[in-house]
């Protein structure tokens, strides 16, 4: 969603990360379809979700403060060793 908002939409890689960041709190709705359908693992979507949020604070207070440049460098790179482990790996 992030490379989504930032071309084409001109978002700022802040804003960009800001944006998508809140979307996903917004989609409980989408959350409780899965849940009734028995397709949620309740412990550890609990422990991810505390993971995240500790994360997503303290990342957020890091990333706030790199330029937007140094930001969208680190975010490219980021996708991109996640795309060639997806490709590569099992």
Do not use: W
Request: charged share 10%.
């Amino acid at each position: 969603m992030v490379p989504a908002l930032v071309y084409f939409l001109g978002l700022n890689q802040h804003l960009a990360q800001g944006t998508s960041l809140t979307v996903i709190f917004a989609n409980i709705l989408v959350v409780f379809n899965y849940y009734k359908a028995g397709q949620v693992n309740v412990k550890f979507a609990l422990i991810l979700a505390a993971c995240f949020l500790i994360g997503s604070f303290f990342g957020s207070k890091v990333a706030l403060d790199v330029p937007e440049n140094i930001l969208r460098k680190i975010f490219g790179v980021l996708l991109l060793l996640v795309a060639a482990k997806m490709l590569i790996g099992k």
